[in-house]
């Protein structure tokens, strides 16, 4: 239980629950990317297999350690990364797959990593199992909000909803995950992440190294350099989604970090200096926002050649 920080008041209900041996049979874990959303997964499915009597999760036996390696065989993840949307055949297979005793352990789990992917007919098909499912199934939903999930499966649900960390708590966390970095970086990247300390971790490694392509796309659009926009942006129309999407994500935090420069606060990359120091904060904005159209262009499943081409039009270097 101590894997997740903050969070007091959702951890004490959790573990007055597991003593009275109150563990409900499917839980709602909503909070964005970066929020512990699957350290409390981990934790919830080893309290649901944990052998030991007193304190559960006790993490030292078999089947905590198990869980907790994420090769326990009765904690089952239920997604197809390479899939847009949590596909429906696959919650029907799990479906099936339900009424199979667990191998080893007391519950059969099922964590579903992106239940707000789950279209109407996957809900629908996994609603089938939630409200009546036999008595060693467990289901763990993870969603960046509640409110995107059916409220039939809401109701069935006991929502656990995670909250973010004290800057107290997420700067003592951060220098003890990261003892090399400055404590400056950390609370710059802190004071980004919203409170979120996956985030701010992120932050920190994106910030350690940004892509050729980024330091490229920096370079061109801080010197109006159109020519080199259009050689940059042609190969990447070969990117897959997946490769791309990441990238212009690193474009979108050049320019604002470009912007908060301009706004006199403090900023770590060179890159985002010069574009700070070169262009106009309307054109840094404008470039922002066809940047997060881009990306959810690509989310929703439009070509990277396209995104790539519509890009040498949008992006406006005149300013
Ligand atoms: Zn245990």
Redesign the pocket.
Known sequence: MEALLGNERLKAGLAAAFAAGRLSHCYLIAGPAGSGKHTLARILA?AM????GEK??????L??RKVLDGVHPDVITVDDPARKIVPVELIRKYRADVYIKPNEGLRKVYLIPRAMDMNAAAQTALLKVIEEPPDYAAFLLLTDGAERLLPTIRSRAVPLQLAPLTEAQGLEALSRRCPQTPREKLAEAWARSEGWLGRAETLLREGEGLAPETLGFAACFARRDKLGLTELLTPLERKKREELIPLLSQWVEVLSQALALRAGQPGRWEAARSVGQNRTSAACLQALRQLRRSVELLQGNVSPGAVCGALQVWLDLRE
């Open positions: 080893a297999e944990c052998t030991e559960r999760p006790c993490g030292r036996c089947q905590c």
